[in-house]
């Protein structure tokens, strides 16, 4: 099997294993993981004017759905509850997944977490984080003569 190297992820773990922090950027790997019974799938992603944290969450009720911002740290944390008690001895196979989940992100210095907004539709959460102003991109008119 082929893997295509990366020198530079190389040279970045080497660094961070003496204690550097060689690249700032954000850090999308979530410490709350190991903690909980499952960990919902979630995409980030973002446009000019917002980041979006989206996390699949279907069957869920908002009400046992935490979120909170803590020193440009994202965090949601809740619980999918089981809605049949049958004996467990019937299932074939079980998929889906029930109990405490927790995902967590640091956030990038460019964005402004203190106006963050969520949004529950069809089983996806979507958190909303705007940018700051100065990083927006901006448009230069261009004056045309002649």
Not at 53 to 72: F, H, R
Request: hydrophobic share 35%.
């Amino acid at each position: 099997m082929l893997v295509k190297w990366n020198p530079f992820q190389e040279l970045e773990r080497t660094l961070e294993w003496w204690g550097a922090q060689p690249f700032r950027r954000p850090q999308w790997a979530d410490p709350l993981a190991s903690t909980v019974n499952w960990v919902p799938p979630v995409n980030v992603y973002e446009d000019n004017e917002n980041l979006f944290v989206e996390a699949q969450l279907p069957g869920i009720d908002m009400k046992d759905v935490k979120i909170s911002v803590t020193d440009n740290t994202l965090q949601f944390h809740g619980e999918r509850k089981k809605e049949r008690t049958e004996d467990e001895d019937n299932y074939h196979f079980r998929e889906a997944r029930y109990g405490a989940f927790a995902r967590s992100f640091c956030l990038p210095d460019y964005v402004t977490p203190d106006q963050a907004t969520a949004r529950y539709d069809k089983g996806v959460l979507t958190v909303q984080v705007p940018k700051r102003e100065e990083t927006k991109p901006k448009s230069i008119p261009i004056d045309v003569k002649g």
